[in-house]
């Protein structure tokens, strides 16, 4: 039916020399409407011009009998409007053409998602794609931005009251969970070739406004894990007693009786931003959630997994500019990469060319990179299948010479260990290019749990895991009391600086919703 629906659609727009064909009894009926939506952007941005060039498009049948739509077509900015003439009437096909290119980022059974609903169109009057073409201005580029942004598409459907105007991107992502706005990550290049992230709005503001809320040229990803000049020696300077830190603007509990935060990590951009990042089950949504912001900030956002029915992310990492994370079902894993420069615009890119599938549960991971001794540098990744004392940690391993986007982990070897790390690192020697495991263990102890951290080297020629090298004792403050109180059994991780400090981090078990989340840190 829907193969049905697309031919008819496609026949209804056939384009022959630049021109479509129509019904001449339809025409007949029809009126021109001048349809205008509305490019805005928030305080702190300025759209200063624009164009918009039709690429492809769909109309209902009749509705434009004069052809004034073709491929090729370029709409220009009139004061901060494009105008497209053509009637009025809604349809199915027209919807079926957009919900068929605009889905499926998810999962093939979901739709919408490359737009800022995150949901499909049930009838649409006309839908155009084409490249967006934005001059702008803003507080980081006063002298002006030009950025095109390749496949956007602007369409219109109806409500009761009112015409409706839809806003995506062919490659562009919903991002954030349900709770948040009805935004969109859109992906363009500067005039030098740069990757360009903004933020589009369409939704929450007026039926026929588009908000360009956030545009940031960003650098080139870093693609490699930040190196220990000697692992032993800072894991030996850890502090016993950790440092309380809160974290405010928590966006919710995420039925906290069930579900509890997963992972933790800190990331650091280019610019020494600090924000913090946490990946917590969902029994009651689709998709596990990662919750982001500023570290000193009063505002934290939830982001969604993006895959369907995974709802349970375990513990972090992040190499360089990347987060990885791991969900897992009943026997299986997948391992999922996110870009975190993106949240110069206050999104998340997943990294779509990266799906790491495994037939093994996965509860947390480490990655690391590493030079070997012929001077070839590798990824390395070990995933835990975390199964109390008969857990089992499995390494991959990829070369990085294409880049960590398209990096291609082969299993090399696993290795059981009698503990069940919630939240693990891998952290590399600049000076040896030896690889370290370093464990965060939470064990049973009276009316509470006690934390341990334990250090390993990984062989890498064996990809077996050693003795144990060392360990500490450490002591948590804050948060709840007892077992649900800061503790590495819920989000735990490894970061290193890039001034080469070690630190260890550990959460609460939840937020209560509306106040703050107790985090400790041990730096060395």
């Given at each position: 039916m829907r193969s049905l629906k697309w031919l008819i659609c496609s026949i209804c727009m056939i384009v022959l020399s630049g021109q479509s064909a129509f019904a001449a009894d339809d025409a007949l009926n029809m009126t021109y409407r001048d349809n205008a939506v509305v490019l805005s952007a928030t305080s702190g941005n300025k759209i200063l011009g624009g164009t918009f060039q039709i690429s492809d498009?769909?109309?209902?049948?009749?509705?434009?009998?004069?052809?004034?739509?073709?491929?090729?077509?370029?709409?220009?900015?009139?004061?901060?409007?494009?105008?497209?003439?053509?009637?009025?009437?809604?349809?199915?096909?027209?919807?079926?053409?957009f919900n068929q290119r605009f889905s499926g980022y998810n999962d093939d059974s979901l739709n919408g998602d490359r737009t800022t609903f995150d949901h499909t169109a049930g009838e649409l009057n006309f839908a155009f794609m084409g490249d967006l073409v934005l001059e702008v201005s803003t507080t980081e580029y006063p002298g002006g931005l030009s950025v095109t942004f390749p496949d956007v598409v602007?369409?219109?459907?109806?409500?009761?009251?009112?015409?409706?105007?839809?806003?995506?991107?062919?490659k562009g992502q919903h991002t954030l969970d349900s709770d948040g706005p009805e935004r969109m990550l859109v992906i363009g290049n500067d005039a030098h070739g740069n990757t360009v992230f903004a933020s589009f709005q369409r939704g929450g503001n007026d039926v026929n406004e588009v908000t360009?809320?956030?545009?940031?040229?960003?650098?080139?990803?870093r693609q490699?894990?930040?190196?220990?000049?000697?692992?032993?020696?800072?894991?030996?300077?850890l502090p016993i007693q950790g440092t309380q830190v809160n974290l405010s603007g928590f966006p919710g509990s995420y039925d906290p009786i069930v579900n509890h935060i997963q992972g933790y990590a800190q990331y650091e951009t280019t610019d020494q931003e600090s924000y913090v990042i946490l990946t917590h089950s969902v029994g009651t949504a689709d998709y596990g959630h990662i919750v982001i912001g500023p570290k000193d900030d009063n505002e934290k956002l939830g982001y969604k997994t993006y895959l369907k029915n995974w709802q349970h992310p375990g513990g972090i990492q992040i190499i360089g500019d990347y987060l990885i994370v791991p969900n897992e079902q009943e026997t299986s894993a997948t391992i999922a990469m996110y870009d975190l420069r993106a949240l110069a615009v206050g999104e998340l890119r997943r990294v779509e060319s990266f799906d790491l599938q495994v037939n093994h549960k996965v509860g947390a991971l480490g990655i690391t990179s590493y030079e070997n001794e012929h001077g070839d540098i590798y990824y390395v990744l070990v995933a835990a299948h975390l199964d109390g004392a008969n857990s089992v940690y499995h390494v991959y391993q990829a070369p990085a010479e294409g880049g960590i986007e398209s990096a291609v982990f082969q299993q090399v070897g696993s290795f059981a260990l009698d503990k069940d790390f919630q939240g693990f690192g891998l952290v590399t020697e600049s000076s040896t290019n030896r690889i370290y495991m370093i464990g965060?263990?939470?064990?049973?102890?009276?009316a509470s749990y006690a934390d341990y951290a334990y250090l390993y080297e990984l062989d890498t020629d064996t990809w077996s895991i050693s003795q144990e090298l060392s360990s500490h004792h450490l002591v948590s403050t804050g948060g709840a009391v007892g077992v649900m109180g800061v503790h590495f059994r819920y989000g735990a991780g490894v970061s290193v600086s890039e001034e080469g400090e070690l630190t260890i981090s550990a959460t609460e078990r939840n937020s209560v919703l509306g106040s703050s989340l107790a985090t400790n840190e041990w730096l060395s």
């Open positions: 498009f769909c109309i209902t049948p009749g509705q434009d009998p004069d052809q004034k739509n073709y491929i090729g077509k370029t709409v220009a900015l009139e004061g901060n409007e494009f105008h497209f003439q053509v009637g009025r009437s809604g349809s199915e096909e027209v919807a079926d053409w602007f369409a219109q459907g109806s409500t009761l009251f009112s015409n409706n105007w839809w806003f995506g991107q062919l360009l809320c956030a545009i940031a040229a960003v650098e080139d990803s490699y894990a930040q190196m220990l000049s000697n692992v032993q020696d800072s894991f030996a300077s965060l263990w939470s064990t049973t102890e009276g």
